[in-house]
C-alpha cells in the first residue's frame, strides 16, 4: 500500500506501508520528501536540494497498514516545518535558531 500527498510547503510526501514478517500482521510505515510530485512511493526519488528531500522509517510498528503510513506521514511533515521555515529565512521564534535537520 502506498500514496502520495501534499503539497505541504512546496513538498510532496510519498509514503508506503509494509508487513514485517510475513503473516504477522504488523506493519512499518516509510515516507519520502520530494521536491516534486512522483508517481508512487516507489517512484519517489531524492533530489539534491538541501532541506527539500528526506526518506523517513515509521515510529514502530503497527496493526494496520494504514496507522503505519500516518506515523510515517507525520514524522515526514514534522520534517517539513523546520525545513521550510529555513528554506524562507524563519527561526525558530524562542531561540533564534533554524533547526539543524535540514
Not at 514502530?60 to 521555515?85: V, W
Request: glycine share 14%; with cysteine.
Amino acid at each position: 500500500m502506498d500514496r502520495v500527498t501534499g503539497p505541504f510547503d512546496g513538498r510532496w510526501v510519498a509514503s508506503s506501508a509494509s508487513e514485517i514478517g510475513a503473516g504477522s500482521g504488523r506493519y512499518l510505515g516509510f515516507a519520502k520528501v520530494c521536491c516534486s510530485r512522483p508517481g508512487s512511493f516507489w517512484l519517489a526519488t531524492l533530489c539534491e536540494q538541501p532541506g527539500c528531500c528526506a526518506h523517513l522509517c515509521g515510529g514502530g510498528l503497527f496493526d494496520t497498514p494504514q496507522a503505519a503510513m500516518a506515523s510515517a506521514e507525520l514524522l515526514a511533515a514534522n520534517h517539513i516545518r523546520p525545513c521550510a521555515a529555513m528554506a524562507d529565512g524563519r527561526a525558530d521564534g524562542a531561540t533564534g535558531a533554524v533547526h539543524a535537520a535540514c
